[in-house]
């Protein structure tokens, strides 16, 4: 409605000009813009006998309206606004020079309808909008948040290098560095313990594996070097090579036997458990437990 009364402000003066020249032309010209202003459906100009000046539709010119609602707009004299006997219809009235008056007729469901599409334009265009600033902020954070998070995690990534070089593992080696980092560290540790690990090789190879029902190597973690079982019940049937014994296996007797051989290093432990025999020895050199050697028969 204000959109459409700042439009016929501006029309107004026009109309009043045509009306003073009785300029038909103009006259006619002005009330069609008048027609074309959105949400308008009909516009006519009434003289002080409620008789048609002009009209938007050609067949109602030379016509009177005698009906209330505009009498009571004539006699207003002034700027009015009043529902028609259709609750979609307004009718908007505007007085104007040598008593005439300006009738608009506005549609209420056109102006739904406009303010609806409008209503969608609008969160359109917030959405998009937010979506802008959304995208914005995620980048700023991410300069300002993680490049500083970044050198702190190569800063620990170091750090935590340096605790698996010395056999260490914690949350923070577990969080930033990656499975591959880790297997390559443990063959540098394997490496650095080569001579540990020879003399593992040799006892092994002085003792007879053939008759052996399970046989498993341990570096000096209680980590597997080599290892099989032909009992399908002492391992887990997917362990890992390189994993700890208390990963690869459930079976108490044989935890138990390990930890003895660790607790008496060069001392052959026997257990025997379910018609099987276990023995483990654990290596040592320069006073530390360079592995363990598990046989089960």
């Known amino acids: ?21 009785s300029d038909d032309i103009n006259l006619l010209i002005n009330i069609e813009s008048v027609a074309k202003i959105e949400n308008i459906t009909t516009c006519f100009i009434l003289d002080k006998n409620s008789k048609v000046t ?3 539709n050609v067949s109602e010119w030379n016509t009177e ?10 006699k207003q004299k002034a700027e009015f606004l009043q529902q028609t006997s259709d609750k979609d219809f307004l009718l908007f009235s505007e007085p104007l020079t040598d008593n005439h008056t300006l009738f608009c007729v506005f549609s209420v469901q056109k ?18 909008v937010a979506l802008l600033i959304a995208t914005i902020l995620y980048f700023l954070s991410k300069l300002l948040i993680m490049l500083p998070f970044k050198k702190i995690k190569k800063s620990l990534e170091n750090k935590s290098s340096e605790n698996i070089k010395e056999g260490k593992y914690d949350e923070i080696t577990d969080i930033f560095v990656t499975e591959r980092e880790k297997i390559v560290k443990k063959i540098e540790i394997l490496e650095e313990d080569r ?47 390189s994993g700890h014994i208390l990963e690869i296996s459930e079976n108490q007797n044989l935890i138990k036997v390990i930890t003895k051989a660790n607790e008496n290093p060069g001392k052959e ?9 276990i023995t483990a020895v654990s290596i040592s050199t320069d006073d530390k437990i360079a592995g363990t050697i598990v046989k089960i028969k």
């Open 1 to 21: 409605m204000e959109k459409a009364k700042s439009a016929l402000k501006v029309i107004v003066p026009s109309l009043n000009k045509a009306l003073e020249n």
């Open 54 to 56: 002009i009209h938007n």
């Open 65 to 74: 309206r005698t009906s209330g609602i505009y009498n009571k707009a004539i």
């Open 111 to 128: 102006a739904k309808e406009t303010a609806k599409h409008w209503k969608v334009k609008y969160y359109a265009v917030a959405s998009s």
């Open 195 to 241: 001579e540990s690990l020879s003399k593992i090789i040799e006892y092994s190879q002085e003792t007879s594996i053939k008759d052996s029902l399970t046989f498993i190597i341990l570096n000096s973690l209680n980590r597997v070097v080599y290892a099989y079982d032909n009992t399908d019940n002492i391992l887990k049937k997917d362990f890992e090579k």
């Open 269 to 277: 432990v026997n257990e025997s458990f379910d018609n099987y025999t």
